[in-house]
């Protein structure tokens, strides 16, 4: 998770209270950067990360760029949590390269499910394309 | 057994009692032992202050303080030594309490066979106490071979992660040009260009340069072998680098002039000529300039200079007009395996093992290398290194 | 019958040159694009019938191009996709999240460099010349 708003931070946390996710936090884009571009494994990379789109220092849709850059993380799935959900902030998303969004509401149960469902989707679907794969590499 | 006597402190107030187990004590044949006897505990707390005992023997009853607290004040001073409770018969609760608290032993005055059994107590309680102070130095000696242990267990792991990550990093940066200069092959022997077009041409060219990354890889890793095993011999002559600095140029200029690229070297006037391996420095050199072509961006400029330093050294610095290198990274790029991963300059691959190659070699001549660099502005790269190569410093080393 | 055009996206210059070379040889005609911006552009300009992908490109990620030559609305211009049919064949260096994901947004291949010339013809021979029945 790269989110600079401690409230926002609490609340996602609270949000994916789930016993299987395994959460590490960065303030801005490029601590988590530097973090990342040293790892030598793929095993260390993460599997998701969540991204607000408004960031202290270099925005989230840079941000999203640079990680994309760093080995391992070439094809990392990125959902952004956005809070003003404009089209126009949304659309720059995309084209940058987000897999899916999901805009902070009033409702805390209702963006609870929306976070935990888009995630889960993005992990879920890597885990099966993983599993297809490996199928597929047994055929042949 | 031990050659010198051990001393007791014997604790009695009845001194008819005392004369008696003191020479009971002196009985014993296995060990040599000195009694010294008070009549108190309070007198026994004083000369345990400033004497040193291996025993006590301390009756129950007392004027005053009894053996019991003579016991607890052992225990609250953390006194480790052996101590053994006389007691009389019908005072087993006071016996059980002594062994409870620590006391080795308790003898029952009342007991006809106490001088018999005396010197056998006394011995038996000191070898017991010795077992115990040589079980406790053993366990102290495991515990610290097991940090030790664990200590080498990590860097071995450390090291084992090391090695991996280089294979796979390496395996497949020595696959990729030997995959071209298989492709291209390919390409001749199917037929798909002939060779004597220009087309053929451009084909043969990428197999000779992917052959020539190859020979580089694999020399940067045998010369890393060779130095990681200390086996790196250098053959010293006294050499004119200025000529080097010439040799350098003239091989990497073609590479230069591709991007524009050009070179200031001044002559100096009786320069020192340098004792080294001129081999290993133009190789030190090359790398240097190749780095500095590598990250320096067209239209820039690469100046290499010569000074002295002091009177037994030189300098040399190798300084481009690149993209330089952030400060915290200063010191990182001379580090085996490190590898340039941003994706603004293209870089063909590599072991990552140059500049530390250069920095072994360096040192291995008595010199020092080190950059000194800001993003956006540039770098350079300095060597220092002695003018005489003395075979001394080398023991010292 | 037309040629076939393939649209190789790939900044390695060496790399593409031989694959050009090899491709040509093939029959089909090979355009060249070296960064994302230039790479969408001549996709939905050129709309080649095969698009052979580099993941790891110094610009832009393979993953966004991939995405966006393949999701149903162009994003730039709201307009239905004419690109989301043309099949992708992506290649890069060996990293485990990248065959996934690629092959769920839409790729229809995946190699990892160093490439297997063999079922690299192979596969780009079923692939065209299939879609020609």
Request: net charge negative; aromatic share 6%; with cysteine.
């Amino acid at each position: 998770m790269i989110e600079d708003n401690e409230d926002h931070v609490l609340l996602i946390r609270q949000a994916l209270q789930s016993g299987d996710l395994n959460i590490s936090h960065f303030q801005d884009g490029m601590s988590a950067i530097q973090n990342f571009k040293e790892i030598k494994r793929g095993e260390d990379a993460p599997d998701l990360i969540l991204l607000d789109l408004k960031l202290p220092g270099m925005d989230g849709c840079e941000v999203l760029k640079r990680l994309r850059q760093i080995r391992f993380l070439e094809c990392i799935p990125v959902v952004m949590v956005t809070t003003s959900g404009r089209k126009e902030e949304i659309r720059q998303a995309y084209k940058t390269g987000v897999c899916g969004y999901v805009t902070k509401s009033e409702d805390f149960d209702e963006f609870s499910v929306k976070l935990k469902c888009v995630i889960q989707y993005w992990l879920k679907t890597v885990e099966s394309a993983k599993l297809a794969c490996s199928e597929s590499e047994k055929d042949s | 057994m031990i050659k010198s006597s051990l001393q007791v402190l014997l604790v009695e107030d009845n001194p008819d009692h005392a004369v008696l187990v003191r020479s009971a004590i002196l009985k014993s044949r296995t060990q040599k032992y000195e009694v010294d006897s008070c009549i108190s505990v309070e007198e026994a707390i004083e000369k345990l202050k400033t004497n040193p005992y291996n025993m006590i023997i301390s009756d129950f009853h007392l004027p005053g303080k009894n053996g019991l607290d003579l016991l607890d004040w052992l225990n609250s001073e953390k006194i480790d030594i052996p101590f053994i409770m006389l007691t009389g018969s019908g005072d087993e609760k006071t016996a059980v309490k002594a062994i409870q608290n620590g006391a080795y032993n308790y003898l029952i005055k009342d007991d006809p066979a106490l001088f018999d059994v005396i010197p056998h107590a006394v011995d038996e309680a000191f070898l017991r106490y010795l077992a115990e102070q040589q079980k406790e130095r053993y366990e102290r000696e495991i515990r610290e071979k097991n940090v030790a242990l664990e200590k080498a267990n990590r860097e071995l792991k450390k090291l084992d992660q090391l090695k991996s990550d280089f294979i796979s990093s390496v395996s497949h940066d020595i696959r990729t040009p030997l995959n071209s200069v298989q492709e291209s092959i390919a390409l001749l022997l199917d037929g798909i260009v002939d060779q004597k077009t220009e087309k053929g041409t451009k084909v043969l060219e990428i197999a000779q340069r992917n052959v020539k990354r190859l020979t580089d890889m694999i020399n940067d890793l045998l010369d890393f072998s060779k130095l990681e095993a200390g086996k790196m011999k250098l053959h010293i002559g006294s050499s004119d680098i200025q000529i080097l600095v010439d040799e350098v140029i003239g091989n990497l200029k073609v590479l230069a002039d591709k991007k524009s690229i050009s070179f200031k070297f001044d002559l100096i006037e009786n320069f020192p000529k340098i004792d080294c391996d001129a081999e290993r420095l133009l190789q030190v050199m090359t790398n240097l300039v190749g780095n500095a072509i590598k990250f320096t961006p067209d239209k820039g400029t690469i100046s290499i200079s010569l000074e002295k330093a002091g009177t037994d050294r030189i300098k040399m610095i190798v300084a481009d007009t690149g993209v330089g290198i952030a400060k915290e990274n200063l010191d990182r790029v001379f580090e085996r395996f490190e590898q340039v991963r941003e994706k603004t300059i293209k870089t063909s691959p590599g072991t990552g093992l140059g500049l530390s190659i250069c920095k072994e070699l360096v040192r291995l001549h008595h010199g020092e290398i080190w950059a000194e660099s800001e993003l956006g502005h540039g770098s350079r790269f300095i060597i220092q290194m002695p003018i005489h190569y003395s075979v001394r410093e080398e023991e010292k080393n | 019958m037309k040629e076939k055009t393939i649209l190789v996206i790939d900044d390695d210059e060496e790399f593409v040159h031989l694959m050009e070379l090899r491709l040509n040889s093939m029959g089909f005609k090979v355009i060249k694009a070296e960064s994302g911006d230039d790479a969408l552009m001549m996709v939905s300009e050129k709309l080649p019938d095969l698009v052979i992908l580099d993941i790891f490109l110094s610009d832009m990620d393979g993953l966004t191009i991939l995405k966006r030559m393949k999701a149903p609305i162009d994003i730039e211009t709201g307009e239905p996709s004419a690109t989301k049919d043309i099949p992708v064949i992506v290649i890069t260096g060996k990293a485990p999240m990248v065959e996934n994901m690629t092959r769920i947004e839409g790729a229809v291949d995946f190699f990892i460099k160093p490439i297997d010339t063999e079922k690299f013809v192979k596969c780009v021979t079923q692939i065209l010349k299939g879609a020609q029945k």
